[in-house]
């Protein structure tokens, strides 16, 4: 059975960092893109970052240069770090297994791990 189990979430200042991480078990996923999504209180899942198999990288705006995203294969794990966090980085995040096609998408998306908690203060 699939399970992703993502730990790393807490409270931080504005400006702080966090790394964020997505253990993967049931499967191996190194062929597989992985994404990391967030989605904050009445809002609809949004798009951070997403990682190919070969390592290229995905980000949305609101988070490029700020946020990395990397795997480790050997690990089953892809790691979110996190870095000059903004209040409105507040949101639960979710990574997840891509299934193909565009890495916007939540739907392209077949696993999802139950989510961290990250909340930024001011």
């Known amino acids: 059975q699939v399970q992703l189990v993502e730990s790393g979430g807490g409270l931080v200042q504005a400006g702080g960092s966090l790394r964020l991480s997505c253990a993967a078990s049931?499967?191996?996923?190194?062929?597989?893109?992985m994404g990391w999504f967030r989605q904050r209180t009445g809002k609809e899942r949004e798009f951070v970052a997403a990682?190919?198999?070969?390592?290229?990288?995905y980000y949305a705006d609101s988070v490029k240069g700020r946020f990395t995203i990397s795997r480790d294969n050997a690990k089953n794990t892809v790691y979110l770090q996190m870095n000059s966090l903004k209040p409105e980085d507040t949101a639960v995040y979710y990574c997840?297994?891509?299934?193909?096609?565009?890495?916007?998408?939540?739907?392209?998306?077949?696993?999802w791990g139950q989510g961290t908690q990250v909340t930024v203060s001011s």
């Open positions: 997840a297994v891509h299934g193909g096609g565009g890495y916007l998408e939540p739907y392209r998306y077949d696993y």
């Open positions: 049931g499967r191996s996923f190194s062929n597989y893109g």
């Open positions: 990682i190919n198999w070969s390592t290229s990288t």
